[in-house]
């Protein structure tokens, strides 16, 4: 095992700003990795914030720059010793680790922690359980913020529960993982993974691919090419500009897209799904349990449509038309056509629309919403 590092440290006191006696200790370190662990870098934190950037270097660098505050300066000072670094540079298993021994750290204040003598909050981190506290006079507050530059066609891994992850002009194999805080990355390319309890997700300029996992964080997605795929719990889907193709699958969160080319498949249990000024979209896909589904644009590149809401309405509007046949059937909600020139014939089970040669075929199915549907004459 080889590892380089390189340190300074500076300790001071914070100002008024603070509580009466409080004290701050910080230090600096940094490690060089060797060029082969761009095949593969994991990073674990519990508390702070890290940015990904790129790199000029083979390998991997990152610097440390941790934070104790306390009520003494002595404390302050003890504690930021016993913060474990631990690394492992051996080529495609390079690891790093911010390990915090319960022993000494049994119990860290951080904003969103417990807070009240009822309420308790224990986090796993590397094997420790530590008990967070929203309380800044029942714990010390610790943070290790931390800078990874990465080469090109790098392969990293970051687990961050509490604080942003942010990424800069990354390229390779990403994957961000936290709890609360912000995940993002911009100017990227490659395979972006990202994997949130309560966070919002925010991707801009991405090329490649795109994989987004949240509890009830949002995902806002802008000017990728990207192929995505997005699934929250409660969360929103939010996808502006670019082009690929979109998976979304929402529980009760809605799907949102505007100015996007390509495929479109949006699956939500109560959440709307809402498209607007789209072009070359050759496939459409949406179900929703009680959500509506509105699509506007041009679909005149439209080869594959299949939309089923239980008892959503759906507004399909385009300002050309496809060669498509579509099949259109409601419980109990109305259906009104506006497509000069199209053939419509009825049926006991539905209704017909074929526009142009109808060479494709699409199926538009709702329980007790209405359907309406705009295909003007070219």
Same mark, same amino acid.
């Not at 805080?181 to 490659?190: I, K, P, R, V, Y």
């Not at 979304?248 to 969160?253: C, K, L, N, P």
């Not at 699956?267 to 799904?273: E, F, K, L, M, Q």
């Not at 056509?337 to 049926?347: K, L, M, Q, S």
């Given at each position: 095992?080889?590892?380089?590092? %390189? ?7 914070l ?18 990795f060797?060029?082969?662990s761009?095949?593969g870098?994991t ?19 990152i610097?440390a ?15 930021? !010793? ?8 051996v ?10 021994? %319960?022993e ?6 951080h ?5 009240g003598?009822?309420? &308790? ?9 530590i ?11 610790? %943070?290790v ?6 080469p ?14 942010v990424?800069? !002009? ?10 609360? !805080? ?12 990202f ?17 987004a996992?949240? =509890?009830?964080?949002?995902v806002?997605i ?9 699934d929250?719990?409660?969360g929103n ?7 690929? &193709? ?37 496939a459409?896909?949406?179900d929703?349990g ?25 507004r ?6 496809p060669?498509?046949?579509? %099949?259109?059937d ?14 419509i ?20 199915e709702?329980?007790? =919403?209405?359907?309406?549907v ?5």
């Amino acid at each position: 095992m080889t590892t380089i590092f %390189r340190a300074t440290a500076a300790l001071a006191l914070l100002g008024a700003s603070l509580p009466a006696l409080a004290a701050s200790a910080t230090a600096t370190r940094a490690w060089d990795f060797k060029p082969e662990s761009s095949a593969g870098l994991t990073v674990r934190n519990l508390i702070g914030d890290i940015r990904v950037e790129r790199g000029d270097t083979p390998g991997f660098r990152i610097t440390a720059n941790a934070t104790v505050e306390t009520d003494s300066q002595a404390e302050a000072e003890r504690l930021l !010793g016993l913060i474990d670094y631990r690394t492992s540079d051996v080529g495609a298993g390079s690891r790093f680790d911010v390990h915090l021994a %319960r022993e000494h750290f049994p119990k860290l204040y951080h904003e969103k922690g417990a807070r009240g003598w009822y309420a &308790s909050s224990y986090v796993e981190h590397l094997g420790e359980r530590i008990k967070v506290v929203g309380n800044r006079n029942e714990a010390p507050m610790l %943070r290790v913020d931390l800078v990874i530059r990465a080469p090109a066609g790098a392969k990293l891994e970051v687990k961050n529960m509490f604080g942003d992850e942010v990424a800069e !002009g990354f390229s390779g194999t990403l994957r961000l993982d936290g709890g609360s !805080g912000l995940l993002s990355s911009t100017g990227g390319e490659g395979r972006a993974e990202f994997d949130s309890g309560s966070g919002t997700v925010a991707v801009n300029r991405h090329s490649g691919s795109v994989y987004a996992d949240t =509890g009830s964080g949002t995902v806002k997605i802008t000017d990728c090419d990207c192929e995505i795929k997005a699934d929250t719990g409660s969360g929103n889907v939010e996808l502006q500009g670019g082009k690929g &193709s979109l998976a979304a699958d929402t529980g009760s969160g809605s799907v949102q897209v505007e100015g996007f080319a390509g495929t479109l498949s949006a699956d939500t249990g109560s959440g709307s799904v809402q498209v607007r000024g789209v072009t070359d979209v050759t496939a459409l896909y949406m179900d929703t349990g009680s959500g509506s589904v509105t699509v506007e644009g041009d679909l005149s590149a439209l080869s594959k449509l299949d939309i089923d809401t239980g008892s959503g309405s759906v507004r399909l509007m385009s300002s050309a038309q496809p060669s498509i046949e579509l %099949r259109i059937d409601t419980g109990s909600g109305g259906i009104d056509i506006d497509a000069p020139g199209a053939t419509i014939r009825e049926t006991d089970d539905a209704t017909f629309v074929k526009l142009k040669e109808g060479l494709a075929r699409g199926s538009i199915e709702t329980g007790s =919403g209405s359907v309406r549907v705009s295909f003007p004459q070219d």
